[in-house]
């Protein structure tokens, strides 16, 4: 079955700190995966895929098919990072829908 | 630079009423999503539509129906309301251009079912 597991639901760090968002998946063939992130009173928006292997604002992710996982993370945590994380996996064979986990909260204190 | 437009924003309904979600994307994508986010379950797809005149059922689609009305607008209706239908309600369009992978979301319509 195909799944997306972030096992936090909430993750508070102090600003500068280290933040690893956690994600593992489940998906029996090649997955394109990605990060989206929804701020307060904004809507969902892409913060990084590994397929471009790029880093943005900061955040890196590398996928690693060994552990099938998708970690998000950023050395030192600013407070705009405060928002709601999901994790996503794309069924590009299936009208390229999304599977997302569940979503995890970051609350970056001052 | 409207992106994807859902409409209305808030929504309160009674038990057994019908609404139309409406969602329009100006981007020329071919593909359109519905998804449904309840707290802690994430965003769950409903119907979502490959291409002008397809549409197929997502993970949990009964309740709802769905029209493609034409490239540009993809709504989803509930024909009788439940109370577990209150949810927050995402439309996405998908650009595959220079195969790109990604999908945009509108800012959501919250709906509440009494």
């Known amino acids: 079955a195909q799944r997306v597991t972030q096992p936090e639901k909430l993750l508070s760090v102090f600003k500068g700190a280290p933040v690893e968002l956690k994600c593992n998946y489940s998906?029996?063939?090649?997955?394109?995966l990605f990060w989206y992130v929804q701020y307060s009173r904004q809507r969902l928006q892409l913060l990084l895929r590994?397929?471009s292997r790029e880093s943005i604002k900061g955040f890196t992710a590398d996928l690693n098919k060994g552990e099938t996982s998708f970690h998000l993370k950023k050395p030192f945590a600013q407070e705009e990072d405060s928002a709601m994380y999901y994790c996503a996996l794309s069924t590009y064979n299936q009208g390229g829908k999304l599977i997302f986990g569940q979503g995890t909260e970051l609350s970056v204190k001052p | 630079n409207a992106g994807v437009t859902q409409t209305p924003k808030f929504q309160v309904l009674k038990t057994g009423q019908s609404m139309t979600l409406q969602c329009a994307q100006d981007m020329n994508h071919n593909s359109m999503y519905w998804y449904r986010q309840d707290p802690g379950m994430g965003l769950r797809l409903i119907y979502y539509s490959a291409s002008e005149g397809t549409t197929d059922k997502g993970e949990v689609p009964n309740g709802y129906n769905v029209s493609r009305l034409n490239k540009r607008e993809f709504s989803l209706r509930l024909e009788s309301a439940a109370p577990s239908q209150t949810s927050v309600y995402f439309c996405?369009?998908?650009?595959?251009?220079?195969?790109?992978?990604?999908?945009?979301f509108g800012a959501g319509t919250r709906l509440s079912v009494l």
């Open positions: 996405a369009s998908r650009d595959t251009h220079l195969a790109k992978n990604i999908q945009y």
């Open positions: 998906y029996s063939g090649s997955p394109e």
């Open positions: 590994h397929i």
